[in-house]
């Protein structure tokens, strides 16, 4: 009798378990109903039946994955190429005491410029490519060859402009894109009526260095994937145009910052 007892504790305790989980949005903490999630066995086991789990949160968030194969860790995946998990997401065969809280973000699945509005995502073009030259006293001037003379894309209130990839994320830096209403004479040319990035020029053509810095409360900064993505607000930075590039770009993105602003000239 004893014998056969043991023999049975030791199966219920081998036998299958369930991850219990919460998923919630990653920028505000609420939670996230009606999402598929997926686990993917890794490495793939021998047993065929421990491959694939999954289930879909429920109005407050919850979900459970039932009967994981004991001690096979899971990669965790939403399917929706617009919401990523952050962190690494394995989670192993064993039944949890408490929910499991996980991180989702709506996000790209590539790298380069987004732009986040509510639960929309929008790849971001460029929108010129880069003119360089010199300035009188040997500064080396940007500046779009085209002049935007319209509206240009915005990242207003609520709004966050996204930098996908680790390579991005250290490429790309903001400059204020600075209009000038005359002159401005070059070593290579001279310019009338022009936008330059990240400089001015006075009257005698003399060029001052403008630059701006990110308000870092207002940048998240997340691993997804094993790659970086960095969520800006609208209002990480002060109102007004902007080009992205990095040092060595020959394309350059123009974004509106807080609110459309005017047409340049």
Not at 41 to 53: E, F, G, I, Y
Not at 226 to 245: K, N, S, T, W
Request: proline content about 6%.
């Amino acid at each position: 009798m004893r014998a056969w007892l043991f023999i049975f504790v030791l199966g219920a305790c081998s036998g299958p378990s369930n991850h219990k989980a919460m998923l919630v949005n990653g920028m505000d903490g609420s939670p996230l109903a009606d999402v598929r999630v997926v686990a993917k066995a890794s490495p793939a086991p021998s047993d065929l039946t421990c491959q694939v789990r999954e289930a879909t949160s429920g109005k407050d968030g919850s979900l459970v994955l039932e009967e994981l194969c004991r001690d096979q860790p899971y990669v965790l995946q939403i399917p929706d190429p617009t919401l990523q998990l952050s962190g690494t997401n394995v989670v192993t065969g064993q039944d949890e005491m408490e929910p499991v809280k996980h991180q989702a973000w709506r996000s790209p699945d590539g790298h380069g410029l987004y732009r986040l509005s509510g639960d929309s995502l929008a790849v971001l073009p460029t929108f010129s490519d880069v003119a360089i030259d010199t300035a009188i006293d040997g500064t080396p001037v940007r500046y779009p060859e085209m002049k935007p003379t319209g509206k240009v894309i915005t990242v207003g209130e609520g709004e966050h402009l996204i930098i996908s990839g680790k390579k991005a994320i250290q490429r790309i830096k903001i400059h204020p894109l600075v209009a000038n209403d005359g002159r401005v004479r070059l070593q290579g040319d001279t310019i009338r009526n022009h936008v330059f990035i990240g400089v001015e020029f006075d009257a005698a053509s003399k060029p001052t260095k403008r630059e701006t810095s990110l308000d870092s409360a207002k940048v998240t900064e997340v691993l997804i994937r094993g790659e970086g993505m960095q969520f800006i607000a609208h209002d990480a930075v002060p109102a007004g145009r902007y080009a992205l590039l990095g040092d060595n770009d020959t394309r350059v993105t123009l974004l509106d910052f807080g609110g459309s602003q005017e047409a340049t000239k």
